[in-house]
Structure formats: structure tokens, C-alpha cells
């Protein structure tokens, strides 16, 4: 593998810096696209926006205003097919036909017609679907779905192709686990159900989109192998006061409420933003769980089978605020704040049947439990931008620091019965104290330089990150009314790491050929401390990620590009920390402190067709596989669950995106994957030799009624696949929602019910040496949304636009 990488990167260094003069000759990537806005009137033609789509899915490419005499001019447009559109208060909206740009185009004159009353709203034109499929990354494009109303980030991200969560909160993209989550770009330092928790406390009226990137290049953070999930809140950039305000109630088993408002003012040089939602929600989860344990002589010794019910109180704040200062054209400084309250209160109640050998019931258990949490997450971000020169040599720089405190009471009461449902034994008490502090700090610089003699662009940057956690658990013996710590289930664990980073990436774009080539190392240093009884560990490594890229159009209809990363999924310290945590008398889970990092190498290959068709080809190879592993305990008829090192994971797979439009009316963006996933290792005694071939189909759709009515329609289908031990079944859901805008456009109701079907349930089978499950997991998935949004305030007019600071980013909008 590594003589592969060596050989890959020294071809890239190659192409890019000893290319012949052949290529040196080639034409520009770019050329100039203009033409002339014509009015039978006395008119303020500099007025009109004139916007510059890309002609297969109307996504925004540039907006221009042209000059006083109807000038307008695109520069630096790569070959494609375009529309452009106009939009004006006085002018009726222009469309034209697509347009071949292959070399500087004029368009020549368009006459535009005068609007009957200039008193009506502008339509809007550049209309995004909820998914847009890109060469690197999916995007979602969450303030424009119907579907994502009244819902929480974990929710949207269900919905996304590729995308599934298991009964455990892991997020898996395209089937494979260790995805790494960021906001804004910063990375979230969790997984399972602590990253769970934190996206359902945070709701879809604050997002603006979400990038699903697949194969990141070597700027982005090293972690999370399966990919990177980015989530973009939303941050306006219009002149002057405006914002939305949003009320939406959802009613399945329980009730769903969540007021939001979202706030921006731009006055000159001070773009001020402010956002904040309310959530409070109760969920619920049904699990049925059929448990058998077998001898050497693979007969069953005993079995438990569960009947659990779970219900979730959840009460978030979650506010955001921050400014932007332009000292000048070129330099921007920013700080951004952002608050989660969370109170949270978890109702169980496990009822078990146990039976011996023989399949006789010998007894049966109850326990009951009543959670209390308290989650205050806090971060702060401040931010700078250079634009150095005009050539695109930028300098930037970030710091953050955040802090993630909680504070659980935990109560558990297990009542014991014979066959005639009397008290066999005294009931179990166990009182739980569980108090965690995680704090992050991080710093990075990125700059990139142009070198014009080879044409050849520059990235480098970076970053160092300091993480502590404090995790601090007591757990106390109350059965026999005493108040006994018991040293078993406590600890003290603190957990320490330090990243640093940098990178450097090389691009170098001929007409026809793109080469890129990157390398990022980074060194980590972690520290474990487990304080009740002095147990620690210490790592140091440092390890290098390269990653490339080699993209080549053949013409307008094809182009086909090949990437490759190395990439490392670190266990999170609370996969580390070593203490036991009570789920029932029978059940427990654990930290594994001799967890090792896996690591992943990926290749993918990518083409496109008339430039909406992608077909993708990849496979992957991780060592070190990270799987969460029930198996049973020294304990009879005891399970505990922990994370294990798996020897290797194989992944290949293949998908096809179709988007289809039908006139103007309909919008269709489907995915059809297919994987193949291999796990080769032993684990708890087990050799593990599967793989399965797994199909994945999702389409959304878009239904355009009249220009103030709209449907969408969602549906996804994934067939039985394969999570190391884990055999899951088949799972299917759809959604469809509708929206109507009212008040001149101003404002919208909207209506969605989530899996109508009541179908997105998950029922799975596992077995090991000693051990076996089935267990059948529904949640509180089918809900009825209702949502009334109202937008305030508006873009400032005027004659003088392109003086102010706003033109720029304007102009790049989409770009």
C-alpha cells in the first residue's frame, strides 16, 4: 500500500511541476460570458439583477448588475451550459434558453418587458432542491425542504441518501460507520449517543444545508473514515434588518413544539446574526429483546426475553449570535457564540422473563428507572479573513473554545418475582451520580497562494486542538437502605489529548485536466487516568494521510475523475474510559482503554455525465476496525457491551444519482447504491468471516402545484446488511409534506407526516460464540408536523449598489 501512494504521489509531482509545453499552451479554463439588458423605456436597467444559472439543476452560479447603458458581464465562467434569468421590480422575468459556453460568449441584446404593477414581491429564481448531488458531496439543502420542518438535525440526516442510524444512535454514511460530525466546519467531539443527543437538541429551522462529503481532501481534519458530515447554520448577508420567525407543532405518539427565530441586520460594514429555538419534545422507544446463552457444546444453558419502554423528556435552548466587521474590502473579522440547554429526563421500565435449558420459565424482573440530565454546551469562535491580493492569495485564521458539561442522576429500582409473580428477592437499589466536563480548544491558520509562472494553486495550513474530559461517576448500593458506594460501578476517569496538524495541497488545472495532490500529518498525544484505582495509559504517534485527485473532461457530455485518502477514526474518550455503566442487572457497558485507532485507505472513482448524471465506484480498506460488541459476561446470563478492535473491514460499493425534471413542475433526485461489506477478524472467542451485498434506494421529490403550492415526497429503502456480529433486517420509510405560501409570499404553512407507514423499525440477530440475540427496536417515527413561518424585513434598494460592501459577496453568491 505504501509503495502504491509513493507511486501515485510521485506521478502528481510530476504532472504538475515538470508538465510539457503542450499543456502549457492550452487555452484558459475560463472565459467571458456577456450581453446587453434593452427597455422601450426610460428605465433604470442598473437596477436589474441579472442571474447566472447552471442549466441541469438551476444551482446559482453569479449574479451581476450591469451598467447604467444594460452592460452585463460574466467573467471567469468554465465551460458548461448555462441560463441566465433576470429579476426586477419594474421588469417582467427574462429566461433563456440553455447557452453553450465553451468560449468568451456574447448573448447579445435582451429586451425586457415592463412589469404591469412594480408593486408585486420579485420571484424567486434560483430555486434549490432538498438534495443536490456534486462531484465531491451531497448537499441538503434544508431551508428550502418541506419535509425537514418541526425536525431535529438527527432527523433531517435520516432522511439523507446513504445515510442510517442504528438502534444505538451510530451514524453510518453509505453503510459504513466512523463519520465524523462538524458544525460550521468545527469538528463535534462525540459519537453515539452523545452526538444523538446533541443533534436532536438542535433544530432544522437553524440550518441552512448540509454537505455529505465523501472522499475530503487533505485540508480537512483526518478523522472520521466513512466521511464528513458538515452542517451549515444559516447566516444571512442581505442589506438591512431581516429574519423568519417559525411556530410548528408535530403530534405522533407524543408532541413535538418548536418556536425559532432567526435574525440578521447589515448595516455597512457590520453584518450582526442571532438565532434561537425552542425545543420540547417527548419521544418514545419500544425494545423487545429475545437473549439465549449457550454451553461449549453450543446447546442453550438459559434465556432472557425483554419487554423495554422507554420515554424521553427533552426540553432545549439553543441559541446562536455573532457579528461580522469589514475593515476593509479585503479583511473581515468575525465572533460567533453559540448556547445548547439542555433538560432531559428518560422514564424506562425493562420487564424480563428468565427460562432454564429446558425453555421453562423459572422467574421473571422489573426495572424501573428515572434519569434526570442537565447538558450545558457552550462554544465561542473567533474568526479572521485577508483577501491578500486579486489573485487569490487569502490568508485565514480561527480560534474556538468549548465546553460541554452534564450532569445525570440516575435511579434504578429492580424488583425480583417466581413463577406466581411473588417477591423471590429483596429489590435492587442503585442510585447513580454521573458528572462529565469536556473542554476543547483549538487553533488553525490556512493560506493559499497562486504561483502563476506554473498555474499551479496552493493551499497550506495548521491547527492544534487540546481536548480534556473529566469524567466523574458514583454510583451507590441503596437496597438495604443504606447508602453504600459501590467501587465496582465508580470512577474517576480524566482523558487528555493533543493534536497537531498541518497540511499542504497542490492543484494545478489545465482545459481538459485537473490534477491534485495533498498531505496532511498529524501527531497525537493522549493521556488516560483512571483515578479510583491508578490505572493509566499513554500514546504518542504521528502518522501521515495523503490524499489525491485526478479529474480529466473528455467534452461537454463526460467527465470521470479518481481520488484516494488515508484516513483515521481515534476512539472517543468515552469508548476508552474503563468504568462500568448499569443498564439493567443482566446488562452492562463499558470502556475498552486498549482500544487502538483504525485506519482506512479509500478509492473512488467518479463519473459524470451531461453534468447531473454521477456514477460512483469505490473501496475501502480499514485495519483496526472499532466495533461496539455485546458478549457475555464472567457473570451468568450477563452481557456486557464494549468497543473491540476488529483485524479488517473490506468495503466496495457502487451508485448511480438520476435527477429528473419534468417541466416545471416536477423535481426528482434519486440514489441508488449498492455495497458489499467484508468483516475479517476474531473477537470474544469468535472467528468473524461475513459479508453481504446491500442495496440502498432513496428519491426525493419535488411537485410544484401552482407558484405559491408545493409537495415533496421522500422515500427511502435499504435492504438487509451486515454490522460485524449484527445481522439487520430490511428498512423502508416515506415522508411527504406540503407547502403553501401566504401574505404575498412573506409567509408559509406547512404540513408533513414522517414515515406514514409506520416502517422504519429496525429487527436484527446476533450470534457469537456463547451468546445469541434478536431484538425488534420502534420509535415514535410517525409524526404529523404543522408549520407557520414568516419572513421580516428586505434588501435595501438603490442606485449605488455596487460601491457598497456588499458587491463582492454578492457576485461570488453560489460561485
Not at 433604470?44 to 444559472?53: A, G, Q
Not at 429566461?95 to 460568449?105: E, G, L, M, V, Y
Not at 428550502?144 to 438535525?153: D, F, L
Not at 409537495?711 to 446488511?721: A, D, K, N, V
Request: charge should be positive; proline fraction near 3%; include cysteine.
Amino acid at each position: 500500500m505504501r509503495k502504491l501512494y509513493a507511486r501515485f504521489f510521485l506521478l502528481l509531482f510530476f504532472v504538475i511541476f515538470h508538465a510539457n509545453s503542450t499543456f502549457s499552451q492550452e487555452k484558459p479554463t475560463t472565459f467571458e460570458l456577456k450581453g446587453k439588458l434593452s427597455s422601450g423605456q426610460d428605465a433604470h436597467l442598473d437596477e436589474v439583477i441579472v442571474h447566472l444559472l447552471q442549466a441541469s439543476d438551476k444551482k446559482l452560479v453569479k449574479m451581476e448588475y450591469p451598467d447604467k447603458q444594460g452592460n452585463f458581464t460574466f467573467d471567469k465562467i468554465p465551460p458548461g451550459t448555462y441560463i441566465l434569468v433576470t429579476q426586477s421590480m419594474g421588469f417582467v422575468k427574462y429566461q433563456s434558453d440553455a447557452i453553450i459556453h465553451n468560449k468568451n460568449t456574447n448573448v447579445g441584446t435582451i429586451t425586457l418587458q415592463a412589469s404591469s404593477t412594480t408593486l408585486k414581491e420579485a420571484a424567486v429564481v434560483a430555486t434549490k432542491p432538498f438534495i443536490q448531488q456534486q462531484y465531491d458531496k451531497t448537499v441538503l439543502n434544508v431551508a428550502s425542504s418541506i419535509s425537514a420542518v418541526g425536525s431535529t438535525a438527527l432527523e433531517v440526516l435520516e432522511k439523507a441518501p446513504g445515510i442510517t442510524i442504528d438502534q444505538n444512535d451510530n451514524i453510518a454514511m453509505r453503510g459504513r460507520q466512523g463519520v465524523l460530525v462538524m458544525i460550521d466546519g468545527k469538528l463535534v467531539p462525540m459519537n453515539g449517543q452523545e452526538l444523538a443527543n446533541l443533534l436532536r437538541s438542535m433544530s432544522a429551522n437553524q440550518i441552512e444545508k448540509i454537505d455529505l462529503i465523501t472522499n475530503p481532501s487533505s485540508r480537512y481534519d483526518a478523522a472520521g473514515n466513512a466521511g464528513i458530515i458538515d452542517i451549515r447554520l444559516r447566516k444571512g448577508q442581505q442589506k438591512g434588518t431581516n429574519g423568519n420567525v417559525t411556530l410548528s407543532y408535530g403530534q405522533g405518539v407524543y408532541y413535538k413544539f418548536n418556536p425559532s427565530i432567526n435574525i440578521n441586520s447589515k448595516i455597512r460594514k457590520v453584518n450582526l446574526f442571532a438565532s434561537y429555538s425552542y425545543s420540547d419534545r417527548l419521544e418514545r422507544t419500544k425494545l423487545q429483546i429475545l437473549r439465549d446463552f449457550y454451553n461449549e457444546a453450543n446447546k442453550i444453558t438459559g434465556s432472557n426475553n425483554y419487554d423495554n419502554y422507554f420515554k424521553y423528556y427533552n426540553k432545549n435552548h439553543n441559541a446562536r449570535i455573532g457579528a461580522d466587521y469589514n475593515i476593509n474590502s479585503n479583511i473581515v473579522i468575525g465572533v460567533v457564540a453559540n448556547g445548547i440547554f439542555n433538560d432531559g429526563k428518560v422514564r424506562s421500565n425493562s420487564a424480563a422473563k428468565t427460562f432454564n435449558a429446558a425453555s421453562q420459565q423459572t422467574g421473571s424482573f422489573v426495572t424501573g428507572g428515572s434519569n434526570n440530565t442537565n447538558r450545558d454546551n457552550g462554544s465561542i469562535n473567533l474568526n479572521y479573513r485577508h483577501k491578500l491580493d486579486s489573485s487569490g492569495k487569502e490568508l485565514s485564521a480561527d480560534f474556538d473554545y468549548a465546553r460541554y458539561a452534564s450532569d445525570e442522576l440516575q435511579n434504578y429500582t429492580t424488583d425480583f418475582f417466581d413463577l406466581f409473580h411473588h417477591p423471590s428477592q429483596k429489590p435492587y437499589v442503585l442510585v447513580g451520580n454521573l458528572n462529565g466536563d469536556l473542554r476543547i480548544k483549538s487553533f488553525k491558520i490556512d493560506y493559499a497562494q497562486p504561483i502563476k509562472p506554473i498555474d499551479v494553486q496552493i493551499e497550506a495550513g495548521v491547527k492544534s486542538s487540546w481536548v480534556t474530559a473529566d469524567n466523574d461517576v458514583k454510583f451507590y448500593d441503596r437496597s438495604d437502605g443504606k447508602n453504600e458506594l459501590d467501587l465496582g460501578k465508580s470512577n474517576h476517569f480524566i482523558y487528555e489529548e493533543n493534536i497537531n496538524a498541518a497540511y499542504l495541497n497542490a492543484t494545478k488545472k489545465w482545459r481538459k485536466l485537473t490534477v491534485q495532490a495533498g498531505l496532511r500529518v498529524e501527531n497525537t498525544i493522549a493521556k488516560g487516568n483512571q483515578l479510583t484505582n491508578n490505572d493509566q495509559f499513554d500514546r504518542n504517534y504521528t502518522q501521515l494521510f495523503p490524499s489525491g485527485f485526478i479529474g480529466y473532461e473528455f467534452n461537454q457530455r463526460h467527465d470521470l475523475g479518481f481520488s484516494l485518502s488515508r484516513r483515521i477514526d481515534r476512539p472517543s474518550y468515552r469508548q476508552l474510559n474503563p468504568f462500568t455503566m448499569f443498564l439493567d442487572p443482566f446488562t452492562y457497558s463499558t470502556g475498552n482503554p486498549y482500544l487502538n485507532p483504525e485506519i482506512t485507505n479509500s478509492f473512488e472513482l467518479v463519473h459524470t455525465f451531461q453534468q447531473k448524471y454521477i456514477t460512483k465506484i469505490g473501496f475501502s480498506k480499514t485495519t483496526d476496525n472499532i466495533l461496539t460488541v455485546l458478549s457475555p459476561d464472567v457473570k451468568p446470563n450477563t452481557i456486557i457491551q464494549t468497543g473491540r478492535n476488529l483485524a479488517e473491514f473490506l468495503y466496495y460499493n457502487a451508485s448511480v444519482d438520476v435527477p429528473i425534471t419534468i417541466g416545471h413542475w416536477l423535481t426528482s433526485n434519486n440514489t441508488a447504491l449498492v455495497f458489499y461489506s467484508k468483516y475479517n477478524g476474531n473477537l470474544v472467542n469468535t472467528d468473524l468471516n461475513v459479508g453481504r451485498t446491500t442495496f440502498n434506494f432513496s428519491s426525493n421529490n419535488s411537485i410544484t402545484i401552482d407558484p405559491k403550492t408545493s409537495l415533496e415526497i421522500i422515500g427511502s429503502y435499504t435492504s438487509r446488511s451486515y454490522y460485524g456480529f449484527l445481522d439487520v433486517g430490511s428498512i423502508w420509510f416515506v415522508n411527504i409534506g406540503a407547502q403553501r405560501q401566504i401574505l404575498h409570499k412573506k409567509a408559509s404553512i406547512k404540513i408533513n407526516c414522517s414515515d406514514i407507514f409506520f416502517t422504519n423499525k429496525t429487527n436484527a440477530i446476533t450470534r457469537l460464540t456463547g451468546y445469541g440475540e434478536h431484538f425488534f427496536q420502534q420509535r415514535d417515527t410517525r409524526v404529523i408536523t404543522v408549520s407557520f413561518n414568516y419572513k421580516f424585513g428586505g434588501q435595501s434598494n438603490g442606485s449605488k449598489r455596487k460601491t457598497g460592501s456588499a458587491d463582492d459577496e454578492k457576485k461570488r453568491a453560489g460561485g
